[in-house]
């Protein structure tokens, strides 16, 4: 769908200070996306392209995660429009709070070296919330993708993360109602709340094409709509029991008992053991599914009859894709998914995944207001007027 925007906004430039004999000098602001995983890139990538076709900015692109965390963003850099990154942070901190202080030190160092005019970040992990620091205290403006999401769950960090990265962001984009309440309930003031929409679904019009040319799960042996795909990050304490592994592998046997399971795995879910706990059970019906690009995994998706995760954008593409989808937990971050029927929290005890079943019922078009593949674009012309316009006119203005 093309885009609503006029193509003729001008490009606003800033004047550095030269020598009078060389004259004024203009140059283009620099806009730098923090990018710390697979979820930073695809909900990025979109803001990154059309920050990109306005010219108003030179959009450069940071990875601020793990070693292991950039190398797959790296390998999904192409397809989702992120090309090459100019600076990769070296993280190498066990702890959560070795990694905070590590982003935050370099990342600081970085923006001394860039002076950006913008940072532009989402998420709410450890890597982002250091890079929000490293903004705030250079006095560099944060611009926050996916703000006022709110779980209430003040036991999680992910919940304390989401509240002090607002906190320290200038422009706070949200994508639903329900988290432009939440900030404006927080004391949030309306002129720095820009309601956008989901850029997962902008990430989802660019892929979805060459996606459903694809049929990845005619390659894992699976039947269109006849299969349950469980995609399983690990991300925060879930899997941190042994046990919780075991209850969860038990689970998906007793899906598989009636229908096949396409079974893939993020890193923390990796090294918790749940790959391991499946392979014992050497279940028939469970195929285990290596890493695969975003074009094949969107396949997957839409070939699959239901969808259980805990993972955030997986239940933002669900819901752009029509796929029936069921999440780990009691609370969710988006409830903006559950109200409009795309998604049902299956509660606190995963043997509850065993009740999942696959269905080959016609998909639904989403239906959430502003979720409609155009919400990078709103962002970026947000970010030409807030920062790169200003920019211009200060430097005019400036004797």
């Not at 989702?80 to 901190?93: E, K, Q, R, V, Y």
């Not at 947000?382 to 430097?395: D, I």
Request: proline letters at 6%; one cysteine or more.
């Amino acid at each position: 769908m093309p885009s609503s925007r006029s193509s003729s906004i001008p490009v606003p430039l800033r004047l550095v200070e030269t020598p009078e004999s060389e004259g004024p000098r203009v140059t283009t602001p620099t806009a730098v996306f923090a990018i710390g995983d697979r979820a930073d890139a695809i909900r990025l990538g979109p803001v990154f392209g059309a920050t990109q076709r306005l010219g108003a900015f030179i959009p450069v692109v940071v990875l601020t995660g793990r070693s292991q965390d950039q190398r797959v963003v790296c390998d999904l850099g192409e397809e989702l429009g992120l090309g090459t990154a100019a600076h990769a942070l070296t993280i190498d901190g066990l702890s959560d709070a070795e990694v905070t202080a590590q982003t935050l030190t370099s990342f600081d160092r970085l923006l001394g070296q860039i002076t950006p005019e913008v940072i532009v970040l989402t998420g709410d992990s450890d890597t982002t919330l250091a890079c929000a620091l490293a903004a705030a205290k250079q006095k560099v403006a944060v611009a926050h993708v996916d703000s006022g999401l709110r779980s209430w769950d003040w036991s999680t960090p992910a919940e304390i993360n989401r509240v002090v990265i607002d906190r320290l962001s200038d422009t706070l984009f949200t994508h639903s109602h329900n988290a432009a309440e939440n900030l404006t309930a927080e004391g949030v003031p309306p002129g720095r709340i820009e309601a956008v929409g989901s850029t997962v679904l902008d990430a989802l019009s660019r892929i979805e094409p060459r996606a459903r040319k694809r049929n990845v799960w005619e390659h894992h042996h699976l039947g269109r709509h006849e299969y349950v795909l469980v995609v399983i990050t690990g991300g925060g304490e879930r899997l941190q029991d042994p046990a919780q592994c075991d209850v969860l592998a038990e689970a998906l046997g007793t899906i598989a008992a009636t229908a096949p399971v396409a079974y893939c795995a993020g890193l923390a879910a990796r090294a918790a053991g749940l790959d391991d706990a499946i392979a014992q059970m050497a279940h028939p019906n469970i195929h285990t599914v290596p890493p695969l690009g975003y074009a094949d995994f969107i396949s997957l998706q839409l070939g699959a009859g239901a969808l259980v995760t805990d993972a955030a954008t997986v239940q933002d593409e669900a819901a752009g894709l029509g796929v029936p989808c069921y999440s780990l937990g009691a609370l969710s971050e988006r409830p903006i998914t559950l109200t409009h029927g795309t998604n049902v929290l299956l509660g606190d005890d995963d043997a509850a995944i065993a009740e999942v079943r696959p269905t080959s019922n016609e998909r639904l078009t989403c239906a959430i207001p502003l979720w409609d593949g155009h919400a990078a674009d709103r962002i970026a012309d947000t970010l030409l007027a807030n920062y790169a316009v200003q920019a211009s006119w200060a430097s005019l203005s400036a004797p």
